[in-house]
């Protein structure tokens, strides 16, 4: 430790340590620009020049190391001169626009000119002009003449979100900064340079010109888009969401936001919004009042359970819903006499079920992730399903942790990975097979010894590990702080249950953490809140293979967010009755559906979020329901009044959490799983593709997908069928550029564009799901076949 004053007070602070690091020890404020306690140190702006006793000139605070003995003065008249000499040179050419700039409010240059800036300037010239920039649809460079070349968005570029898209190019008063080859800025953390950007230089487009800063009320919530469980601020004006930022939060999402999180707001505010209860009747739909829809749902549940029993009945959730509103659904069902209630949508495989010790979650706490010095991740498009998670390994991956993946594409992590093992989806069972048969060779090499059990050795028996299988299990049997986590392709596969199972003997053996990433806001919360099948009941499959008369759907479009979209579709529409309680009025319920009820999104309603790692986050509405719309939970709670089920007595949302919650949630946190892991032959493909299961980043929810500047990005482009130059060789036929017709084994097609992707496996199909493009095709996994169109 190092012992230093500054203006007079003592401080101690780690060697290497600079003085803005000792200043705000002490809460003693230095004006800054370019500084960021998450940023590497530029000292661009000078504007924390200090008086440092015994140094011939002020010295930048950010930028000088401390050292023992040292005193500095921040507050000082030769620190004051400095500080306001810096100023008036910032102010030179920044222009005087600051009533109609979107900063205003909130801008730190115009916070700090009113403490050290001149009431007049020594220079009289014009001023430079820089021409607006075009950045893509999310961030707006209309005013790029503000900007004050503090540089943290290009550093944050680097650092942060792994990708250099902005830089600085040109020297002293023609510096710039701009994009590559004036291309748009496609990262999937992109707003936080809105953030980061202390002018107004960079600021946020879908917001532009709609809001005063001083005009929006700031009201604390949760992001429902990802299991990371984001801390935000929701903006609100006159009852509306103007705006989302991160509300800080070193635990969970520290200072970021993904792009996702942040302007998903607009799908709030949608044309498509459910206003009102609506009925079908004679073909017809009409808007009515809340009692006489609310009769009708609860007529239709009695009617089908007393003329075809209560296992007529399913009910078929989001894992976007609240933990209330997904305890009250289970309720219903159960209440009615049925086990059918799931909120795993896009899963296929439910044989883990009945092996499962406890709820799966992410088997650490999530700031441990950026401390791992080993990590295994199996079947995850990690940047896109989750992307702030993806920053935490990749500052992990810079400090020095050994990264390793299994996958079927070779996606770029923006981060070193050590080691690749690329197969298609079938064959994963046989990689993780490898890497276990090769565990205890690689820790006698090693100076250890790995000693598997025997019936995992015998289920071995005839695997031979590959090279770079062999090279993984290296990795892993080095390192203290180990990690094995499965992605949403694995929570998606059809052998989830052997992939797990496979797992979790490597991390045994090698005294890894096991942990699952998560697909939606309340993966861990809906297990938590019982909405998964009991009773005997049927899975989310199951429910779509084996008809049911009446349909409850919370929260979903099933074409966009059922593994298998055709055959929910054939299901609903063969159904007596299908009651929708949804944000949105989309073509998809309108057709199927026969009783819309308006329920209100996460931000108009009380609620809970369980994030992967088991942190339980309670937020309020920001504002009131929009039209008609109601909180699920008590249009739950009326359907089980009017029904006469018994448990519907709740009079607020912390009434039904108290209840869906158990005292203690981490005990039922456990990822362990038992029985065999049985034949890990791969199955024959018969010459067919194998579709890698996939939703794309900006398609996971109805928020999300109504989301207007976000469906403008490059990453919502309609999905192409994208195969490995050898898999387009053995097509024989189509080439690529050109229009295919892709079908699947259980029926559905689709008409997409063929692209090569050097970075895919052979034998594999990329195509996302969750697109209007690919909504008819039978499943999201399974075999498929490309033909020109």
Same mark, same amino acid.
């Given at each position: 430790?190092?012992?230093? #004053?500054?203006?007079?007070?003592?401080? *101690?602070?780690? #060697?290497?340590?600079?003085?803005?690091?000792?200043?705000?020890?002490?809460?003693?404020?230095?004006?800054?620009?370019?500084?960021?306690?998450?940023?590497?140190?530029?000292?661009?702006?000078?504007?924390?020049?200090?008086?440092?006793?015994?140094?011939?000139?002020?010295?930048?605070?950010?930028?000088?190391?401390?050292?023992?003995?040292?005193?500095?003065?921040?507050?000082?008249?030769?620190?004051?001169?400095?500080?306001?000499?810096?100023?008036?040179?910032?102010?030179?050419?920044?222009?005087?626009?600051?009533?109609?700039?979107?900063?205003?409010?909130?801008?730190?240059?115009?916070?700090?000119?009113?403490?050290?800036?001149?009431?007049?300037?020594?220079?009289?010239?014009?001023?430079?002009?820089?021409?607006?920039?075009?950045?893509?649809?999310?961030?707006?460079? &209309?005013?790029?003449?503000?900007?004050?070349?503090?540089?943290?968005?290009?550093?944050?570029?680097?650092?942060?979100?792994?990708?250099?898209?902005?830089?600085?190019?040109?020297?002293?008063?023609?510096?710039?900064?701009?994009?590559?080859?004036?291309?748009?800025?496609?990262?999937?953390?992109?707003?936080?340079?809105?953030?980061?950007?202390?002018?107004?230089?960079?600021?946020?487009?879908?917001?532009?010109?709609?809001?005063?800063?001083?005009?929006?009320?700031?009201?604390?919530?949760?992001?429902?888009?990802?299991?990371?469980? +984001?801390?935000?601020?929701?903006?609100?004006?006159?009852?509306?969401?103007?705006?989302?930022?991160?509300?800080?939060?070193?635990?969970?999402?520290?200072?970021?936001?993904?792009?996702?999180?942040?302007?998903?707001?607009?799908?709030?505010?949608?044309?498509?919004?459910?206003?009102?209860?609506?009925?079908?009747?004679?073909?017809?739909?009409?808007?009515?009042?809340?009692?006489?829809?609310?009769?009708?749902?609860?007529?239709?549940?009695?009617? /089908?359970?007393?003329?075809?029993?209560?296992?007529?009945?399913?009910?078929?959730?989001?894992?976007?819903?609240?933990? &209330? &509103?997904?305890?009250?659904?289970?309720?219903?069902?159960?209440?009615?006499? +049925?086990?059918?209630?799931?909120?795993?949508?896009?899963?296929?495989?439910? +044989?883990?079920?009945?092996?499962?010790?406890?709820?799966?979650?992410?088997?650490?706490? /999530?700031?441990?992730?950026?401390?791992?010095?080993?990590?295994?991740?199996?079947?995850?498009?990690?940047?896109?399903?989750?992307?702030?998670?993806?920053?935490?390994?990749?500052?992990?991956?810079?400090?020095?942790?050994?990264?390793?993946?299994?996958?079927?594409?070779?996606?770029?992590?923006?981060?070193?990975?050590?080691?690749?093992?690329?197969?298609?989806?079938?064959?994963?069972?046989?990689?993780?097979?490898?890497?276990?048969?090769?565990?205890?060779?690689?820790?006698?090499?090693?100076?250890?010894?790995? &000693?598997?059990?025997?019936?995992?050795?015998? *289920?071995?028996?005839?695997?031979?590990?590959?090279?770079?299988?062999?090279?993984?299990?290296?990795?892993?049997?080095?390192?203290?702080?180990? %990690?094995?986590?499965?992605?949403?392709?694995?929570?998606?596969?059809?052998?989830?249950?052997?992939?797990?199972?496979?797992?979790?003997?490597? %991390?045994?053996?090698?005294?890894?953490?096991?942990?699952?990433?998560?697909?939606?806001?309340?993966?861990?919360?809906?297990?938590?809140?019982?909405?998964?099948?009991?009773?005997?009941?049927?899975?989310?499959?199951?429910?779509?293979?084996?008809?049911?008369?009446? @349909?409850?759907?919370?929260?979903?479009?099933?074409?966009?967010?059922?593994?298998?979209?055709? %055959?929910?579709?054939?299901?609903?529409?063969?159904?007596?009755?299908?009651?929708?309680?949804?944000? @949105?009025?989309?073509?998809?319920?309108?057709?199927?559906?026969?009783?819309?009820?308006?329920?209100?999104?996460?931000?108009?309603?009380?609620?809970?979020?369980?994030?992967?790692?088991?942190? /339980?986050?309670?937020?309020?509405?920001?504002?009131?329901?929009?039209?008609?719309?109601?909180?699920?939970?008590?249009?739950?709670?009326?359907?089980?009044?009017?029904?006469?089920?018994?448990?519907?007595?709740?009079?607020?949302?912390?009434?039904?959490?108290?209840?869906?919650?158990?005292?203690?949630?981490?005990?039922?946190?456990?990822?362990?799983?038992?029985?065999?892991?049985?034949?890990?032959?791969?199955?024959?493909?018969?010459?067919?593709?194998?579709?890698?299961?996939?939703?794309?980043?900006?398609?996971?929810?109805?928020?999300?997908?109504?989301?207007?500047?976000?469906?403008?990005?490059?990453?919502?482009?309609?999905?192409?069928?994208?195969?490995?130059?050898?898999?387009?060789?053995?097509?024989?036929?189509?080439?690529?550029?050109?229009?295919?017709?892709?079908?699947?084994?259980?029926?559905?097609?689709?008409?997409?564009?063929?692209?090569?992707?050097?970075?895919?496996?052979?034998?594999?199909?990329?195509?996302?799901?969750?697109?209007?493009?690919?909504?008819?095709?039978?499943?999201?996994?399974?075999?498929?076949? /490309?033909?020109?169109?």
């Amino acid at each position: 430790m190092v012992k230093l #004053e500054i203006d007079g007070r003592e401080v *101690e602070v780690p #060697e290497g340590s600079m003085v803005m690091h000792a200043a705000n020890a002490l809460d003693i404020f230095v004006p800054h620009f370019c500084y960021h306690k998450k940023l590497s140190i530029a000292a661009n702006c000078r504007m924390c020049l200090v008086e440092v006793e015994k140094a011939p000139k002020p010295m930048p605070a950010c930028a000088t190391p401390v050292s023992n003995g040292m005193k500095v003065y921040t507050n000082s008249p030769k620190a004051v001169a400095a500080q306001k000499g810096v100023m008036e040179f910032l102010l030179i050419n920044h222009p005087l626009d600051c009533p109609i700039c979107d900063q205003g409010g909130e801008c730190q240059l115009q916070d700090l000119a009113v403490g050290y800036g001149g009431s007049s300037s020594s220079y009289h010239e014009d001023k430079r002009v820089v021409f607006h920039k075009s950045m893509g649809p999310l961030i707006s460079a &209309e005013e790029m003449t503000r900007c004050i070349h503090c540089t943290r968005c290009v550093r944050f570029g680097q650092e942060v979100a792994g990708i250099m898209e902005l830089g600085m190019a040109g020297r002293g008063e023609h510096s710039e900064i701009m994009s590559f080859l004036g291309e748009s800025v496609d990262s999937e953390l992109s707003g936080n340079m809105i953030d980061l950007c202390p002018v107004g230089a960079l600021t946020s487009k879908p917001f532009r010109y709609s809001a005063r800063t001083w005009e929006l009320s700031r009201r604390k919530s949760v992001a429902a888009h990802d299991s990371l469980g +984001s801390n935000i601020v929701v903006q609100v004006k006159n009852n509306r969401v103007m705006r989302v930022v991160p509300l800080e939060n070193e635990a969970v999402n520290e200072c970021w936001l993904s792009d996702r999180d942040r302007f998903s707001y607009e799908g709030l505010n949608s044309a498509d919004r459910l206003a009102s209860p609506m009925l079908k009747q004679d073909g017809q739909w009409r808007e009515v009042d809340w009692p006489t829809a609310l009769q009708y749902a609860a007529h239709a549940l009695r009617t /089908v359970r007393e003329q075809k029993g209560a296992a007529a009945i399913g009910a078929l959730a989001s894992g976007q819903g609240t933990v &209330e &509103e997904l305890y009250l659904l289970g309720q219903l069902v159960r209440g009615l006499g +049925s086990g059918n209630v799931d909120f795993r949508l896009r899963q296929v495989d439910f +044989s883990l079920d009945a092996a499962r010790a406890g709820v799966p979650w992410l088997g650490m706490a /999530v700031a441990e992730v950026n401390r791992l010095d080993r990590l295994l991740l199996v079947g995850s498009f990690l940047r896109k399903d989750h992307p702030l998670l993806a920053a935490r390994v990749r500052a992990a991956a810079k400090a020095g942790c050994r990264l390793s993946i299994v996958h079927a594409a070779d996606d770029d992590l923006l981060m070193p990975v050590a080691n690749k093992a690329l197969a298609a989806p079938s064959q994963w069972a046989r990689v993780l097979a490898g890497i276990l048969a090769a565990l205890p060779a690689a820790a006698a090499a090693a100076g250890g010894t790995i &000693e598997l059990p025997e019936s995992v050795a015998a *289920e071995l028996n005839g695997v031979q590990p590959t090279d770079a299988e062999r090279a993984i299990a290296a990795s892993l049997v080095t390192g203290d702080r180990k %990690a094995v986590l499965l992605g949403n392709a694995v929570a998606q596969h059809p052998a989830q249950a052997q992939l797990a199972r496979l797992a979790q003997a490597i %991390a045994d053996a090698t005294g890894a953490r096991l942990g699952w990433l998560g697909e939606s806001a309340n993966s861990v919360g809906g297990w938590l809140a019982g909405a998964v099948p009991s009773q005997g009941g049927l899975d989310a499959r199951a429910m779509v293979e084996q008809p049911r008369s009446l @349909y409850l759907l919370m929260n979903v479009e099933p074409d966009y967010d059922h593994a298998m979209p055709a %055959a929910a579709r054939a299901a609903l529409a063969s159904a007596e009755s299908v009651i929708a309680l949804s944000a @949105y009025k989309s073509d998809e319920l309108l057709e199927l559906a026969d009783c819309l009820l308006p329920i209100a999104p996460f931000t108009e309603t009380a609620g809970t979020f369980v994030s992967a790692e088991g942190r /339980v986050q309670s937020f309020n509405g920001v504002v009131r329901p929009a039209g008609e719309a109601r909180p699920g939970w008590k249009v739950l709670r009326v359907l089980g009044n009017l029904l006469d089920l018994p448990g519907f007595d709740q009079d607020s949302a912390d009434a039904v959490r108290a209840q869906a919650l158990p005292a203690d949630v981490a005990a039922r946190l456990d990822n362990r799983v038992s029985g065999a892991i049985g034949s890990i032959a791969a199955p024959a493909q018969a010459g067919a593709l194998e579709r890698l299961p996939e939703v794309a980043i900006y398609s996971v929810d109805p928020i999300v997908r109504r989301a207007p500047s976000l469906q403008q990005t490059s990453d919502a482009r309609a999905p192409k069928a994208r195969v490995s130059p050898a898999t387009l060789a053995a097509l024989g036929g189509p080439a690529s550029g050109d229009k295919v017709r892709v079908s699947m084994a259980g029926g559905g097609d689709a008409l997409v564009e063929l692209a090569v992707d050097p970075a895919l496996a052979d034998g594999v199909l990329r195509l996302a799901s969750g697109h209007e493009a690919t909504v008819r095709l039978a499943a999201m996994t399974g075999a498929a076949r /490309v033909e020109r169109a």
